[in-house]
């Protein structure tokens, strides 16, 4: 099987592969041929960039939802201290927090820097974020094919064949979650996963030769540093995000089993020293050590979901499974297919071992299929029965998936004909946290709202997500106070010492929980009903 100029595997034929100039696929992965002044725009540069615009509108028309508050949370507690930073929630030591990630303290810097809040920062992530997703998709998928459209089939195939039951978690790449989630770090780190992928596959093919291959380019594995440079940015997806990291993790060993050959020591000692290094920046970074994938019990009962409702979720991403199965036909040992069977042991060990949390690389486990179905379906014509049926199999999925899920995402409201159903729309809480001082301790029984108040700089009594900050036991105890201080039998005794307890000032609660005696109604939202109280001292 021959080698192309950038070490990617031609699969319109030997002659074809080398003819082609060094630097080729490189260069088309963003834009159409060797120089832009020279050759016009890829089709993934223009219709990447038109999808760039429209999910950035899209993400910027609807309320902050989710996750948002906690990493706005995070940012306004470095802004408070960029070196000691208190816990992401609750009036505690932030010491060991996860959420004080490298993405994270560059967001608290230029919070310093500018004076923009943590929910602007947030805001303003998203089209980053965005950047780095398309373009390391694009060159990911070059490293797989020289076929210009793969990389637009690829984006379409991730963003629209999921499932036709809704899910708004991040880490998934619909339409719907991302319409949400493009602020979060685990867009970054995804999109920082491609890149990376793309950098091992690339690597990998020119570590060695194997009998029969015929390698077009400079000899050699490359400098050493390319390797530690690669292993700095899989350091770095550790720190950001956990469970993507171990997807990405498996990615890359599926690359590395796939491409690289010969194993003699030269070749041993580079992906020795990408290990070495990605170990040594997790271990090296001041805020946090390297906290394990699975985020404790908390984050394994929320987690549960995904495999619950893996099903409906992610059906329709099954049709890529011809694609990676005539994959396998051709080579088993095909990147494609090694890095479906890696990920694929990843979830399957989460279910079995009750570590649901690993339950979150899903949204990483469905891209083989996706983009062994794109790279399939980007084939030059004339197509055999087979694809043809395959293509027409694609563009009924497709719709499907957008017409029952992700429409609504990036059709609003105003223009839909149809009624598609929306991407959640929390209400805004500035009404209430512009009577709370920052850092002070506020109780409520409001599900929306204790998730949003911390990206106002508001501490909770019982922090909403899992931190190892606070040990998960201690987090239930002040979740069952929280329960006591709201029982209508609890008396004001009672409820004082668990305010004490906590530092507790200020209550919001819903239109159904009665204003205990001792507080004092300061505010009230007349769409929701909530009242802002204040405990009297």
């Known amino acids: ?220 594995l490359g400098s050493a540093w390319a390797y530690a440079g690669l292993g700095a940015l899989y350091g770095l997806i550790v720190l950001t995000h956990q469970v993507t990291a171990v997807a990405a993790a498996a990615g890359a060993v599926a690359l590395v089993g796939a491409w690289q050959r010969g194993w003699w020591g030269p070749v041993v000692g580079r992906w020795a020293l990408t290990g070495a290094v990605a170990l040594a920046v997790a271990v090296a970074w001041p805020y946090h050590g390297v906290p394990a994938p699975a985020g404790g019990a908390g984050g394994d009962g929320t987690h549960r979901l995904l495999y619950t409702g893996m099903g409906g979720h ?54 083989p299929a996706q983009v062994a179905l794109a790279v399939e379906l980007a084939a030059p014509r004339p197509w055999g029965r087979g694809r043809r049926v395959l293509g027409a199999v694609a563009a009924a999925g497709v719709c499907v998936g957008f017409l029952t899920v992700q429409a609504g995402a990036v059709v609003p409201r105003s223009l839909d004909p149809v009624g598609f159903e929306q991407p959640p729309r929390p209400p805004a809480y500035a009404w209430a946290a512009r009577h709370v001082g920052a850092g002070e301790v506020l109780l409520t029984d409001g599900y929306v709202a204790e998730r949003a108040l911390p990206g106002y700089g508001v501490n909770m009594a019982a922090p909403p997500w899992p931190d190892p900050a606070l040990d998960e036991a201690a987090r239930r105890r002040r979740y069952a106070d929280v329960g006591a201080y709201l029982d209508p039998a609890a008396t004001r005794a009672e409820r004082t010492e668990i305010a004490r307890r906590y530092g507790v000032r200020w209550l919001l609660l819903t239109r159904w929980r009665a204003v205990p005696e001792e507080a004092v109604v300061v505010d009230w939202n007349p769409r929701s009903g909530e009242v802002l109280a204040r405990i009297a001292p």
Do not use: K
Not at 107 to 115: F, N
Not at 354 to 360: K, L, R
């Open 1 to 220: 099987m021959p080698y192309s100029g950038s070490g990617s595997v031609s699969p319109d034929g030997g002659a074809r592969a080398r003819r082609r100039p060094r630097g080729a696929l490189g260069a088309t992965a963003l834009r159409g041929g060797r120089t832009w002044l020279t050759r016009r725009p890829s089709p993934y540069v223009v219709l990447g960039g038109l999808f760039w615009v429209v999910l950035t509108l899209a993400y910027w028309r609807v309320s902050p939802c989710c996750d948002s508050g906690r990493y706005a949370a995070v940012i306004e507690r470095l802004r408070w201290d960029l070196w000691h930073p208190a816990h992401p929630t609750a009036d505690l030591p932030g010491a060991g927090s996860p959420a004080y990630s490298p993405y994270a303290v560059v967001q608290g810097v230029a919070a310093r820097l500018t004076g923009l809040s943590g929910w602007a920062l947030v805001e303003l992530a998203g089209p980053l974020n965005l950047l780095v997703l398309l373009t390391g998709v694009g060159r990911f998928v070059r490293v797989l094919t020289p076929r210009p459209w793969a990389p637009v089939l690829a984006l379409l195939f991730m963003t629209l064949l999921w499932g036709t039951e809704r899910i708004v978690w991040s880490g998934h790449l619909g339409l719907m979650s991302m319409t949400t989630n493009l602020g979060h770090p685990s867009t970054f780190t995804i999109g920082l996963t491609f890149w990376a992928w793309a950098w091992t596959g690339a690597r990998a093919r020119g570590g060695g030769l194997s009998r029969g291959v015929r390698y077009v380019g400079p000899s050699g």
């Open 314 to 367: 992610l059906w329709l991403a099954l049709l890529g499974l011809p694609a990676l199965w005539a994959r396998a036909r051709r080579s088993p040992r095909d990147p494609l297919v090694l890095m479906f069977g890696a990920q694929c042991l990843v979830v399957a060990y989460g279910w079995v071992g009750g570590h649901y949390a690993y339950g979150g690389v899903l949204g990483l486990a469905a891209v």
